[in-house]
């Protein structure tokens, strides 16, 4: 089945909107937990704009406590500073189920493109190895079309988390078929070469189906700015609920692998 991981970043961005603790990032985990998520997944950032050291440390605990999965999203290349000490040591200090390795800086709003594997190759090999030291399972973010996907594998990952920004804009637009034959694409290409699949970035209730339809055995899904958006108006744990269904009937319908 497809795992559904909920990415708390935009719980952590209203909170330090306004300063203080509310919402609660804790309680807010747990409820999406409560209704069904399979895993938490948090992207802390150098320049603490959502999630900070301080939560990763918190919701690890909550993970293990419940017995789920962690999702460690971050730049292995951004070094420490003031409050954040560091994509490595968060990982050595909380030992997360997985480390999905991003190639995002300050001044990006998102990620919003995966990594080059001719000029950041030599770099991530090193820290792949350090992650998975820590028994972390590490994924890297891709670019549909990538035309070297398959040196993630060579590199010493696990899998890769698909970039589906392109996708979701297609979707909208509805000329669809060219950037899904291209996901499809690479995500085969991907598999071929023994990557596990994730898929992440503005997928949302309309366009998740046809993607876990299109794509087999999609291990986990990301999901939190659309997810988030839509529990403003359907509730928390509701619009968990709601996409727990759509994974959960995927895996029904197409045999998504396991988790």
Same mark, same amino acid.
């Given at each position: 089945?497809?795992?559904?991981?909920?990415?708390?970043? =935009?719980?952590?961005?209203?909170?330090?909107?306004?300063?203080?603790?509310?919402?609660?990032?804790?309680?807010?985990?747990?409820t999406c937990l409560d209704? !069904?998520?399979?895993?938490?997944?948090?992207?802390?950032?150098?320049?603490?704009?959502?999630?900070?050291?301080?939560?990763?440390?918190?919701?690890?605990?909550?993970?293990?406590?419940?017995?789920?999965?962690?999702?460690?999203?971050?730049?292995?290349?951004?070094?420490?500073?003031?409050?954040?000490?560091?994509?490595?040591?968060?990982?050595?200090?909380?030992?997360?189920?997985?480390?999905?390795?991003?190639?995002?800086?300050?001044?990006?709003?998102?990620?919003?493109?995966?990594?080059?594997?001719?000029?950041?190759?030599?770099?991530?090999?090193?820290?792949?190895?350090?992650? =998975?030291?820590?028994?972390? /399972?590490?994924?890297?973010?891709?670019?549909? !079309?990538?035309?070297?996907?398959?040196?993630? +594998?060579?590199? !010493?990952?696990? /899998?890769?988390?698909?970039?589906?920004?392109?996708? +979701?804009?297609?979707?909208?637009?509805?000329?669809?078929?060219?950037?899904? +034959?291209?996901?499809?694409?690479?995500?085969?290409?991907?598999?071929?070469?023994?990557?596990?699949?994730?898929a992440g970035h503005d997928?949302?209730?309309?366009?998740?189906?046809?993607?876990?339809q299109a794509i087999a055995?999609?291990?986990?899904?990301?999901?939190?700015? +659309?997810?988030?958006?839509?529990?403003?108006?359907?509730?928390?744990?509701?619009?968990? /609920?709601?996409? /727990?269904?759509?994974?959960?009937?995927?895996?029904?319908?197409? !045999?998504?692998?396991?988790?």
């Amino acid at each position: 089945m497809t795992a559904l991981s909920v990415n708390l970043n =935009k719980i952590a961005v209203l909170r330090n909107s306004r300063g203080g603790t509310e919402p609660d990032l804790l309680r807010a985990a747990s409820t999406c937990l409560d209704a !069904g998520a399979h895993g938490l997944t948090v992207h802390p950032r150098p320049d603490a704009r959502h999630i900070r050291a301080a939560d990763v440390l918190l919701l690890g605990d909550l993970c293990t406590q419940r017995g789920v999965e962690f999702n460690i999203e971050g730049n292995p290349f951004a070094p420490a500073r003031t409050g954040y000490p560091g994509l490595l040591a968060l990982c050595e200090a909380t030992r997360p189920a997985q480390v999905t390795l991003v190639p995002d800086g300050d001044g990006q709003l998102t990620s919003d493109h995966g990594f080059d594997f001719v000029l950041d190759g030599a770099a991530l090999q090193p820290l792949i190895a350090a992650f =998975k030291l820590l028994g972390c /399972r590490v994924s890297v973010f891709v670019d549909v !079309g990538d035309p070297h996907v398959e040196q993630a +594998a060579a590199l !010493g990952a696990d /899998r890769i988390e698909l970039y589906t920004g392109p996708y +979701a804009e297609a979707f909208a637009t509805g000329h669809i078929q060219p950037a899904l +034959a291209a996901a499809v694409a690479t995500a085969q290409r991907a598999q071929a070469a023994g990557l596990g699949m994730n898929a992440g970035h503005d997928l949302n209730q309309d366009n998740l189906p046809v993607l876990l339809q299109a794509i087999a055995n999609v291990q986990e899904v990301s999901i939190g700015h +659309a997810l988030i958006g839509d529990a403003l108006y359907a509730g928390l744990q509701a619009t968990v /609920r709601a996409y /727990r269904c759509i994974v959960d009937r995927a895996a029904l319908l197409y !045999g998504a692998g396991p988790a």
